[in-house]
């Protein structure tokens, strides 16, 4: 099983990004994907997630109505359209599989196996 975010770099405030979560190694459509960041001295946090079967979603209130989240199953391949970008968006990206289909939350416990991150920094 492997999950790698791309597609982060550096953003001026306001601007927009698109990470991608690349996936292999199981049956992508079977299970939820989500987000995750860390920023430099903070926890990892949870920012969306969407289901496998009709692509539902959950977003942490920290960036709904900014980010958008999809999946693209052709391609087993997960991503976050961020906007609006701010200078407390400047973290480390991760995607990550859930053990199941569900998608209401981002309980980092659930999620088994993580890809690497993807840094995105977001100046003024």
């Known amino acids: 099983v492997q999950l790698q975010a791309s597609g982060g770099g550096l953003v001026q405030t306001g601007g927009s990004l698109r990470l991608s979560c690349t996936t292999s190694?199981?049956?992508?459509?079977?299970?939820?994907i989500g987000w995750f960041r860390q920023a430099p001295g903070k926890e990892r946090e949870g920012l969306s997630s969407?289901?496998?079967?009709?692509?539902?979603?959950y977003y942490a209130d920290s960036v709904k109505g900014r980010f958008t989240i999809s999946r693209d199953n052709d391609k087993n391949t997960v991503y976050l359209q961020m906007n609006s970008l701010k200078s407390e968006d400047t973290a480390v990206y991760f995607c990550?599989?859930?053990?199941?289909?569900?998608?209401?939350?981002?309980?980092?416990?659930?999620?088994?196996?993580w890809g690497q991150g993807t840094k995105v920094t977001v100046s003024s």
């Open positions: 990550a599989r859930r053990k199941s289909g569900y998608y209401r939350d981002v309980d980092q416990s659930a999620f088994d196996y």
């Open positions: 190694g199981f049956t992508f459509d079977d299970y939820t």
């Open positions: 969407i289901n496998n079967s009709d692509g539902k979603s």
